[in-house]
Structure formats: C-alpha cells, structure tokens
C-alpha cells in the first residue's frame, strides 16, 4: 500500500488543490491523505474567497497523519502565510520525511494571490532545503530568483539558483513559454539536465495543471521511482489530462483527472 500526503489548499471547483491532488492520488492508485491549508471559494471563472487556517490547525493535521498513518511522499501546493510554511518545515524534520514535493503555488489562473509576500523569504528558508523536487512556473521562479526568464539560458540559470537554496531537483515547468508550438519543462538535479518538450494545446481548460502535475510526480515518488522516471511520467499524465479535456464551467475549466487511466486502458502498476 503506497501513500501519499498533501498538504495544500481546497479548491471549491474541484480542478486544483487538495481535491486535484486527491483525484490524481486515486488514479495512480496511491492511498491520498491531505492536510488543509486554506478554504478558498473558488469556480471556473476564478478565487472569490481565500480563507486560510491557523498554523496550528495545519500542524495538528500532519501531526495525526505522522503519528498514525505514515506516508510514503508529501505534496505541498497552497501554504499561504510564512507561519504556515514554518509548521510544515517542522514536521518534515520530526518525522524525517524525505520524498518532498514542493509546488510553490503563489498566484491563481484568475490573478489572485494565494501566498503572502512575506512567506516568500520563509519559503526560501525554511521549506526549499527540505524539498527533494520543486515544480515552479516561469512567474513562481523569477519570483524566487529574482531574475527575468525568457530564454533557455535563463531557465539554465534559474534552476542552478534554486539548487543554491538547497532544492535537490527543480523542474521548472515551460507552460509560459512564448513558443506558440510547444512547451519545454527543465529538469535540473544539481548535476545533469533534462527538458521534456510536449505539444502546446489550445484550450481553456486548464486549471489545476500545475497542482495535478506536482501531484502525480508526488504518486511516483511514492510507488519508489526516481524522480527521473516519475518526472517522466508525470508529464504523460498531465499531457493527457490536457489533451483529453473535458467542458466545465464557463471559465478556465479542469483537467481531466481520469485520461491518463483511460488511454492506457489498463490498471496502472509501477
């Protein structure tokens, strides 16, 4: 039995945060536990609400999950304020978790800010250098790096930024790429680099991909593959959930959680 955590905020619409997290989870047969950041009122057309817990809500969560259940891989999405990402880092250190995926999620599709500005030093403290991977977006890593990214060298140098704050594996997502065609992720692991290129699809639906994606790398790592191979598959996965979109909402609508399941017609094993 293979498990997984996350510790990110709910998504009201389904398409992200914990509910996404939990759907990917389930599809790759892994066993998903969350812990609840934040409430957020939130649909297609955008976040109308953010409603944050204490960091003591947060950390009692984990807290039952680490003393009882265990779990084979975190995810974190969502962790809105610097006390929040305090109380995680915590626990990642009690309960010597190892296999930590970090998706540094700051802003919405809609433009709505999900992380505090004075969590992002706490995040570069406290969280990063326990973080086995980190999937940011462009705008996430120029935030973190302080540095515009616009060609393939700046992506080279912003990776090798992060692993200076102690991140292990960085995949820095190519979804803001301006190539029309195609988007190229980069996947840095202090010594060799990986891109993944993938057709660019025109389509609306597409919320929840950064979260769905960091999710299934998370199911990966916790079935016991290298972050190489669950990278790998990872992105077959949120490529098909793309490809194979599904119409919900009148604004930027989900992906489609059971596609990858689905194409492969099979029970998915390791």
């Not at 398409?15 to 969350?34: H, N, P, R, Y």
């Amino acid at each position: 039995m293979f498990k997984a955590l996350t510790i990110a905020g709910s998504d009201s619409g389904g398409g992200a945060g914990i509910q996404a997290d939990l759907k990917t989870f389930q599809e790759l047969q892994v066993f998903g536990m969350s812990a609840l950041t934040a409430v957020t009122a939130q649909n297609t057309l955008g976040v109308h609400g953010v409603y944050p817990m204490t960091a003591e809500a947060v950390s009692q969560q984990i807290k039952a999950i680490g003393e009882d259940m265990g779990t084979d891989a975190i995810k974190t999405g969502m962790l809105f304020n610097a006390e929040i990402i305090e109380a995680v880092s915590e626990h990642l250190v009690r309960y010597q978790w190892k296999n930590v995926v970090v998706d540094p999620v700051m802003i919405a599709k809609g433009g709505a800010s999900l992380l505090q500005q004075e969590a992002i030093s706490a995040l570069k403290k406290y969280l990063l250098p326990r973080a086995l991977v980190i999937t940011p977006n462009i705008p996430e890593a120029e935030v973190l790096t302080d540095m515009s990214i616009r060609t393939a060298q700046d992506k080279r140098e912003a990776v090798m930024r992060l692993f200076d704050l102690g991140v292990k594996n960085i995949v820095l997502k190519g979804g803001h790429d301006e190539d029309p065609l195609e988007s190229v992720d980069l996947l840095f692991d202090g010594k060799e680099f990986y891109t993944f290129s993938s057709k660019r699809i025109s389509t609306k639906n597409t919320h929840g991909t950064g979260c769905t994606f960091s999710a299934a790398i998370t199911a990966w790592l916790a079935k016991g593959l290298s972050v190489l191979e669950a990278v790998t598959k990872a992105k077959e996965f949120i490529q098909a959930a793309i490809q194979e979109e599904i119409e919900i909402g009148q604004g930027h609508g989900p992906t489609n959680h059971w596609a990858y399941r689905k194409r492969n017609k099979v029970l998915i094993d390791s």
